[in-house]
């Protein structure tokens, strides 16, 4: 995705990013879905698939190809028969009328603009490529024109394994050519070409939507993952010789050294330790958020990749066409699961922060942090929150990947799940922040409470949350509080970064 910045002194016109087939900055796209920039599509890129068209036309009329003189699935040998009298684009609109399910949940409006979004540029790579979808003109400017003018059509989520987001994207066929209503704006209807329908669902677009979207998410809460431990770790007096970069430096594990160095720099003049060797909440924070940073990254370069490259079934070239399993997205299914679960291990060494936070042993404060008359609960309530929220989360953890599958007559043998690795991260990035949220709220109490062990690199983390913290502790429902942290957690992100991001 190319940036072209528009000038900030003029008023109500949103940053434009071109979309041209190039990669595609996830901050960007995430700008896009939420409607804080404005597609441009680059006319020429859209113009030099002509060639990569006429390249299809030509393998149409030399021999088999598969989904357009052939049938799909189990009927790939299967040469289609049309009917006395029907249209030559009559077995496409089968195609998208058979797979569109039309099952599960409606996709929200950003998950569409990026899922839209990212299925135009993965066919704008073919004219960079010299191979691609073969789209017809028709097809390829409505969809070019949907995606400039935020026409929305109704994507159900149901219908992908991991080898192509076929269900919901033969609805987004079904809308371009006019048999299903716009959701939201529209584009008027084109005809089909008769070799459209299966490259325009051969694609992974909308799974590659979804964890994009929850990635940047995902990302500003590591970040905050990192201020909050700092926090807690100078209200728990921890020892600093553990994140000493030293120490790491002497064993440098994939950002390890980056995120220990960070940590050391947020604690530094903080209070005396209380302990010769801490906990291991406080000991091993670096060795279980340096994991998931790294498979973040790994996540990000999959699926820039898989935005900005053509990867339809078939593929055709003036060399002619080639017949793949590009479609089987092991490398997201996998990448998927490695940051869902490193990102559990965060959550769970937060919750281990939390128990200390609430323990006088530990913090020379009052249990639970309570405020008011003797016997007053406090933050008790806070670790059933944050367990509760660990056990909803403990399934999506689990690898897709382990999954099988056998369908379409036993021709389909094998399947990624990418899909539901997305979703899992998605569900991920919607829960994580009140697990971080809580042992906010108690490290800045327990800050408060004892003011002198706050560092001053510290003291603009602890300010995001401090201005926003009601001041009575006494007992009362935590839950404003609580909304109250997870609606910082961007800002806080916005205080820290590891070198190299």
Known sequence: MDHQHVPAATPGVLRA?????????????????HGRA????DRHALGALGAVSAAMDAA?????????????????????????????RAHGLRLLRSHAASLGPVEDAPTTRAALAVRLNQLLAGAHAGLGAGLSAPVLGA???AVETDAQPTLHRFGGIGTSD??????????????????????????????????????????????????????????????????????LRGNPQAWDPRVHAARPHARQPQVAAALSG??????????????FALRTVPQVLAPAFAAADALADVLVLEASTPGENPLVSAEGVFHHGQFHAASLATALDTLRATTYGVLTLSAARLALLLRPEHTGLRAFLAAGPRGSSGLMIGEYVVQDVLAELRPAT???????????????????????GARALRQTAELAPVVL??????????LRAAPDRLSPGAAALFGVFDEVLDRDARDAPIGPDVERVVARVADLALLLRLEGS
């Open 266 to 279: 947020l604690v530094g003049g903080g209070p005396a330790p209380a302990r010769l060797q801490d906990p």
């Open 143 to 145: 969809l070019a024109e």
């Open 17 to 33: 990013l071109v979309l041209s087939g190039r990669p595609v900055d996830l901050g960007d796209l995430d700008d896009l879905a």
């Open 437 to 446: 949220a809580v042992e906010a709220l108690a490290a800045v109490r327990a």
């Open 38 to 41: 404005r597609p441009v599509v």
């Open 398 to 420: 689990a690898p897709m990947t382990a999954g099988t599958v056998s369908i379409s007559l036993g021709l389909e043998e094998h399947a990624s799940f990418a899909t539901q």
């Open 60 to 88: 149409r009329g030399a021999g088999a190809v598969y989904g357009a003189t052939t049938g799909v699935g189990a009927n790939k040998d299967v040469e289609v028969d049309e009917e006395q009298g029907e249209h030559p």
């Open 166 to 235: 076929l269900a919901p994207l033969a609805e987004l066929g079904l809308t371009l050519v006019g048999e299903r209503p716009w959701r939201a704006g529209s584009v008027p209807p084109v005809p089909l070409g008769p070799a459209d329908a299966l490259p325009l669902i051969s694609s992974h677009a909308l799974t590659l939507a979804t964890a994009s979207l929850a990635l940047v998410r995902l990302r500003q809460q590591l970040l905050a993952g990192l201020g909050i431990s700092a926090l807690s770790f100078l209200a």
